[in-house]
């Protein structure tokens, strides 16, 4: 019996069962060919799920029955967190009141783009991050207003740096000939196909007041 742990995910106490469970659900409802499953803390992934179509039209039993069913599974190998390089958020702001310091109102902005490699798969890199405790995007903006005070005779300037989700994942094809035990027989896991997704919310501004380190000709999206 599987459990849901969220509003995709289906655990499960091994593989077997698994399978069983959402080759049965696709019987029922043929346009579902998607499901995520949680068998040992792993989450799997099971894409564009094709049943026989031929053998469906048969009489079965969950014990006897001959299945055809054909998948393809991803999985994460392994992922992690870094922080960007920092990048300008704002455009260089110049105190022209002289000896005093100035308040200056300014929007600021991050746009971060995620980037993968051909055959990832960033929408099950979105759910297996949750499960880790990062919500992620294929695309995180930021767009507010921020008030910093300019030095005396100084410049000020906001930099961002964006924490990022990376993860290797694989994929394979399975094929399903019959229920029970060595009914279900896979392809080897392929090459590792990397991707980075920016985590939402992830976003880190910096008052900048070192001229040495402005950007003058980037206003990085921000005013």
């Not at 958020?89 to 929007?107: D, I, Q």
């Not at 991050?110 to 055959?119: L, Q």
């Not at 990022?164 to 399903?176: G, S």
Request: hydrophobic share 40%.
């Amino acid at each position: 019996m599987a459990a849901e742990i969220s509003e995709s995910v289906l655990v499960f106490k091994d593989r077997e069962s698994a399978i069983n469970t959402v080759t049965a659900m696709a019987k029922a409802d043929t346009e579902k060919t998607e499901f995520d499953v949680m068998i040992d803390e792993k989450i799997i992934r099971i894409s564009n799920l094709t049943l026989n179509e031929e053998n469906l039209k048969k009489r079965w039993s969950a014990e006897t029955a001959q299945v055809g069913a054909l998948w393809t599974e991803y999985h994460s190998a392994e992922q992690g967190i870094y922080k960007s390089d920092l990048r300008p958020a704002s455009c260089v702001h110049l105190n022209g009141h002289g000896a005093s310091p100035y308040l200056v109102a300014l929007t600021r902005a991050a746009s971060y783009d995620g980037n993968w490699k051909t055959g990832f798969n960033p929408d099950f890199a979105m759910l297996t991050s949750l499960h880790l405790g990062h919500e992620v995007a294929k695309k995180n903006t930021v767009s507010e207003t921020g008030w910093y005070t300019v030095p005396a005779y100084g410049y000020g300037q906001v930099w961002l740096e964006q924490i990022v989700v990376w993860q290797n994942q694989q994929r394979r094809i399975c094929t399903m000939h019959a229920y029970g035990a060595g009914g279900i027989s896979c392809d080897p896991w392929s090459a590792i196909m990397r991707g980075e997704l920016p985590v939402v919310n992830g976003v880190h501004f910096v008052w900048n007041t070192d001229w040495q380190k402005m950007d003058f000709n980037n206003c990085g999206g921000g005013s």
